[in-house]
């Protein structure tokens, strides 16, 4: 089992930004692939970045590419996601996700096995 817990969220301007950080417990963490998803109301749950073990391979949604950085600290099992020019579209509810053992950076939302509580991040316009 692996927990996971999300901060960082907030309210915040359009162009602003914010950064997520997940903290993982549990069972080993450097060997998990991670990822980011988000969910805005009434919409379904969208990928939004992935690394993989190492932190040498990411992948990133169209829509955040060249906006948001995932990045990863195994030793303090830590993962995050830097989100810089925040647009209003951004607004949803974060979620910070596992796969169960090795994995490559990847957006399909049912490879992940262990998912956080999520943290809400709101832009306004």
């Known amino acids: 089992q692996v927990q996971l817990v999300e901060s960082g969220g907030g309210l915040v301007q359009a162009g602003d930004s914010l950064r997520l950080s997940c903290a993982a417990s549990?069972?080993?963490?450097?060997?998990?692939?991670m990822g980011w998803f988000r969910q805005a109301p009434g919409k379904e749950r969208e990928f939004v970045a992935a690394i993989n073990w190492s932190g040498g391979s990411t992948y990133y949604a169209d829509s955040v590419k060249g906006r948001f950085t995932i990045s990863r600290d195994n030793g303090k099992k830590m993962m995050s996601l830097q989100m810089n020019s925040l647009k209003s579209e951004d607004t949803a509810v974060y979620y910070c996700?596992?796969?169960?053992?090795?994995?490559?950076?990847?957006?399909?939302?049912?490879?992940?096995?262990?998912w956080g509580r999520g943290t809400q991040v709101t832009v306004s316009s």
């Open positions: 996700a596992a796969q169960d053992g090795w994995g490559t950076a990847s957006p399909y939302l049912r490879q992940y096995a262990y």
């Open positions: 549990g069972r080993t963490f450097s060997s998990n692939a």
